[in-house]
């Protein structure tokens, strides 16, 4: 088990994360700083590639731009 970090601008973003995160019983710590929003996120290898897998189905790298 290792931390890992994500930060996001987009609430809808975060929003999605961290519901992803808890549904998944993944252990995460977020925080607000100015207008970013912080992941903490405390999960092994499996998990790291479940999220990896989760963000690159939901953020705009997946769009073809």
Same mark, same amino acid.
């Given at each position: 088990?290792? $931390? $890992?970090?994500?930060?996001?601008?987009?609430?809808?973003?975060?929003?999605?994360?961290?519901?992803?995160?808890?549904?998944?019983?993944?252990?995460?710590?977020?925080?607000?700083?100015?207008? $970013? $929003?912080?992941?903490?996120?405390?999960? !092994?290898?499996?998990?790291?590639?479940?999220?990896?897998?989760?963000? !690159?189905?939901?953020?705009?790298?997946?769009?073809?731009?």
């Amino acid at each position: 088990m290792k $931390y $890992y970090n994500f930060e996001t601008m987009f609430i809808s973003l975060a929003t999605k994360i961290g519901d992803f995160l808890h549904d998944n019983g993944i252990y995460f710590e977020l925080s607000e700083n100015g207008k $970013y $929003y912080h992941f903490e996120i405390l999960t !092994d290898t499996a998990g790291a590639d479940q999220i990896n897998n989760f963000l !690159d189905a939901n953020t705009i790298w997946n769009k073809g731009v």
